[in-house]
């Protein structure tokens, strides 16, 4: 099936008289006749289910789903985008191991690494996303089992050059982990570029319409963790801890990391999706394709009306030509980037908070990714803590606004732009 019938059928195919949407299994438990037959699930003999903690059909099906459009050979779902980042790189990493990141990642993600993994005794090193190869190669230690990105960051905007941080990892016997939350499968693929791991925070454009949290792992199956098995113990040796398996000669690429990630650390942390917001991602999943198309139109739309406007310093677009990631885009992102769109206004704080307070239609939230226009000017909420110099350091200074362009008819939108900037 091409892209855009996956998103429509993938995942779940209805038998005879059988629901045509997914059906919610909303159980905590499952049936045998016999101990030996639930047995054979927990010895990962037999494919099934037995406590929804672990996995539960109506998730894998839409698990599935994401695993078809992002090229991908095994998938699971999680409680959100955070859990899914996490399980994706503490599957790989323990107390004394070293992690590679570029540092224009989400905040949420960039403090889960640094601050929290770093207190389970994972160190890592951030690299500019634009560093040269051989800048990235110096960050790499011997005890590196990961790198990771974005494809799109959240919310610097910056474009990951997949092939270079890949060829990177892989160099030096390791996996690359890319976010491809706001790219999205339908506009970029990163297995196809050289990526091992995929993650998504579903919240955002995935769902697409601000109804449920939820995060995903699709594994490209192609990395060879055997070659590399002094490197990856848990998943190159027996795990005491699930009846002596080795995932890597039991299931082999296509298989290992994600049976491990459920078998290991679902069991154990429980971050876990409910059905219900499984069902929910997938409504938002059937419609993926044609409103990407949309936000990336009215993305575009906005950020040339903003780049002409005489009261605005500055647009972060990168599919606006002229940006310093247009190239990098067409080359990844060809078919659009998202409609997530950053600018600074030239009278600085004040004006910036004047703009927020005059939007009418345009709404206030921290949210982005949405089938609704939504707004942050960071230095009067999220970074509210922060004077003028700490906000330049940290990449969002005072006069920044984020702008997450929905689905609304475009000239709605900029007039409503327009109305709040001739209030500055």
């Not at 078809?68 to 399980?87: C, H, R, V």
């Not at 996996?175 to 925070?201: K, M, Q, Y």
């Not at 345009?362 to 089938?371: F, L, N, S």
Request: glycine share 10%; with cysteine.
């Amino acid at each position: 099936m091409k892209l855009n019938t996956v998103c429509v059928q993938g995942g779940y195919t209805p038998g005879n008289g059988e629901p045509r949407q997914i059906p919610i299994i909303q159980s905590t438990t499952f049936k045998y006749d016999t101990s030996e037959d639930m047995g054979k699930l927990f010895d990962l003999e037999e494919t099934g289910y037995f406590y929804s903690r672990l996995q539960n059909p109506t998730c894998d099906m839409v698990a599935q789903k994401l695993a078809m459009l992002e090229g991908g050979t095994a998938a699971m779902l999680t409680g959100s985008g955070q859990a899914a980042n996490f399980f994706a790189l503490f599957n790989i990493c323990s107390c004394g191991d070293h992690i590679v990141a570029s540092n224009s990642i989400y905040g949420g993600t960039f403090n889960l690494i640094s601050v929290t993994m770093a207190k389970m005794g994972i160190e890592t090193t951030f690299v500019e996303p634009d560093c040269s190869e051989e800048e990235l190669n110096k960050a790499f230690r011997p005890n590196t089992k990961v790198v990771f990105g974005e494809t799109i960051a959240n919310p610097a905007l910056t474009v990951l050059d997949i092939e270079k941080f890949a060829s990177a990892a892989h160099a030096h016997g390791v996996p690359l982990i890319v976010d491809n939350t706001f790219a999205t499968p339908v506009n970029c693929r990163p297995i196809e570029w050289g990526a091992d791991i995929v993650t998504h925070s579903t919240t955002k454009y995935i769902d697409g319409h601000g109804a449920t949290v939820g995060g995903a792992i699709i594994d490209g199956g192609k990395f060879d963790w055997m070659a590399h098995a002094d490197k990856f113990p848990g998943l190159c040796t027996p795990d005491d801890s699930y009846h002596g398996i080795t995932y890597a000669e039991r299931f082999g690429k296509e298989g290992a990391f994600i049976t491990k990630c459920t078998s290991q650390l679902m069991r154990d942390f429980g971050s876990v999706q409910s059905p219900q917001n499984a069902f929910y991602i997938n409504l938002g999943l059937e419609s993926l394709h044609v409103r990407m198309k949309r936000h990336c139109e009215n993305g575009l739309a906005v950020a040339q009306y903003l780049k002409n406007h005489p009261k605005i310093a500055y647009v972060i677009y990168s599919g606006l030509e002229g940006d310093k990631y247009y190239e990098t885009a067409k080359k990844y992102l060809p078919n659009g980037t998202c409609g997530v769109v950053s600018f600074g206004l030239k009278g600085g704080r004040q004006a910036a908070s004047t703009f927020m307070k005059s939007l009418k239609m345009c709404a206030i939230e921290t949210h982005v990714a949405d089938a609704r226009t939504c707004c942050l000017n960071p230095a009067t909420s999220t970074h509210r803590q922060m004077t003028d110099e700490q906000l330049v350091a940290a990449g969002v200074p005072a006069e920044l606004v984020r702008l997450s362009v929905g689905l609304e008819d475009i000239e709605d939108l900029i007039a409503d732009l327009s109305q709040a900037l001739d209030k500055c």
